[in-house]
């Protein structure tokens, strides 16, 4: 028995020195760190311990990690150079950036821990290692009916180099919409992987939160209608100054975090369409639960809730084309309350108990809450036409503002109305008062954003102009 742990550990020894050296590339590709990034993100992005980054790191102060600092990371045998992030915009594709970085899939999905194609989604920060091959930056996108040969002759390369990059094994013809790369440097006009009828689309803002409101802008061709989807909301577009067109779309406070289709449609002006469709991602907007809430039962009886609920989403859905508010929102009570008093904000998850009973409704607070005492002047966040004005058993005396494009304030409670229907109004005039009326606790003012048939978050509205 201690013969053969002997001759074992002989064998042993005679095979060490014949290991490859690793003296060149000791620890591994080499990460620059970017701004918000902490060695705790750093380590966890790269699944490592804290420990074993500082370990193949030797000599960094672990308390002043500076931005474009080189860090090595270990445990990536075979990858060296540098591992640079990559923001995954519309357009971008999986295999494209397969395509472009001549980087294995097997290595990108190791790098980013990818169980499927179906993790790459716009808003996501990807790694992608930049190594010594030559990187294929000039995007071509086939049309219907264009064989790879005429595609290569107007790219000035061959169908050989073609198949090569794009890793097209045994496929002669070229994929109507797909997003091919050749040698070359970048070019200025349709950059981005979309069709034809598109020249470009973004997407501002990203990830979008729950309670986000979502600003797709789109430049395509002449005489283009767009449509589209996103989550499953169909999209409106509008014309800007600019030439562009532009879509808000309100993403719903309890919809599960997670990535989510975003369709664009283009209709040509011969009737045919030319689609595109990628999945983005939707964080969760992190709202805190509020404390049960007793309420009179009568205001959760779906019997007096649901015909107000219908009746409000009927109001809310249309989207009238013309634009009546410019620039950002402001407080609807900064008559009276400091912009940044709120006593209840959008999104907090809520559970009504009918006092009495055992009925109860589950729910979200969906617009934010201003403290203040009855008869205080409420005053439009932004200019439209006053739609609705009366009262409901739920929202108490209830006013609907439209600004146009699909966005509508709501208003809560009020004691009294100072506006008609029909009712032209400007950005800060009194348009009611405020009281407690309808399912309250005690008078204040509740101010509602919906965008596109969902509620949003009122607060990002106050914070920056739309779109
Ligand atoms: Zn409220």
Excluded: C
């Excluded at 496929?171 to 040698?183: F, K, N, Q, V």
């Excluded at 509008?238 to 990535?259: C, K, M, N």
């Amino acid at each position: 028995m201690r013969k053969r742990i002997f001759l074992i550990f002989l064998v042993a020894l005679f095979l060490t020195p014949l290991k490859p050296a690793r003296a060149q590339n000791p620890a591994g590709p080499i990460y620059i760190v970017q701004s918000g990034d902490s060695l705790y993100s750093i380590a966890a992005r790269f699944s490592l311990t804290i420990d074993e980054l500082l370990a193949a790191n030797e000599g960094i102060d672990p308390n002043a990690l500076a931005i474009g600092q080189q860090l090595i990371i270990p445990g990536l045998e075979g990858i060296t150079g540098i591992l640079d992030t990559q923001f995954i915009n519309f357009g971008d594709s999986f295999r494209g950036l397969m395509r472009q970085t001549q980087v294995s899939e097997s290595l990108f999905r190791k790098l980013n821990h990818l169980v499927s194609p179906s993790e790459f989604y716009v808003g996501a920060n990807m790694i992608v290692p930049i190594q010594d091959q030559a990187q294929y930056n000039k995007r071509i996108s086939p049309v219907t009916g264009e064989s790879m040969l005429e595609l290569a002759v107007k790219n000035s390369t061959n169908v050989w180099a073609l198949r090569h990059i794009n890793q097209l094994d045994g496929s002669w013809a070229s994929l109507p919409g797909d997003t091919l790369y050749a040698e070359g440097e970048a070019e200025n006009t349709n950059i981005s992987g979309l069709p034809p009828a598109f020249i470009n689309a973004e997407i501002r803002d990203l990830p979008i939160k729950q309670g986000g409101t979502g600003i797709i802008t789109v430049n395509t061709l002449p005489d283009v209608t767009l449509g589209g989807l996103l989550v499953d909301h169909p999209l409106r577009f509008f014309p800007q100054e600019d030439g562009s067109q532009v879509a808000l779309q309100g993403i719903h406070a309890l919809l599960e975090p997670g990535v989510y289709p975003l369709r664009l449609d283009a209709t040509l002006a011969d009737g045919t369409m030319q689609s595109y469709e990628q999945l983005i991602l939707i964080i969760s907007g992190n709202y805190p639960d509020d404390p049960l809430l007793y309420v009179d039962p009568a205001t959760i009886d779906s019997a007096s809730t649901e015909p107000e609920q219908l009746e409000l989403e009927a109001l809310t859905a249309p989207a009238s084309p013309t634009k009546l508010w410019s620039g950002t929102f402001i407080s609807p009570a900064i008559a009276y309350a400091e912009s940044t008093y709120f006593t209840s904000r959008y999104g907090n998850r809520r559970t009504y108990i009918g006092q009495g009973t055992d009925l109860s409704l589950d729910g979200f607070h969906s617009g934010l809450d201003f403290g203040g005492g009855d008869g205080l002047p409420i005053t439009a966040p932004a200019s439209g036409v006053v739609i609705f004005a009366g009262p409901w058993t739920v929202r108490g005396n209830a006013t609907i503002i439209d600004h146009g494009w699909g966005v509508y304030s709501g208003f809560w409670h009020q004691s009294a109305f100072q506006v008609q229907v029909g009712q032209t109004v400007n950005q800060g005039d009194v348009i009611g008062l405020v009281g407690g009326t309808g399912r309250v606790t005690g008078a204040h003012l509740h101010w509602e954003l919906w965008v596109n048939g969902i509620q949003v978050d009122p607060l990002d509205w106050l914070n920056q102009p739309y779109p």
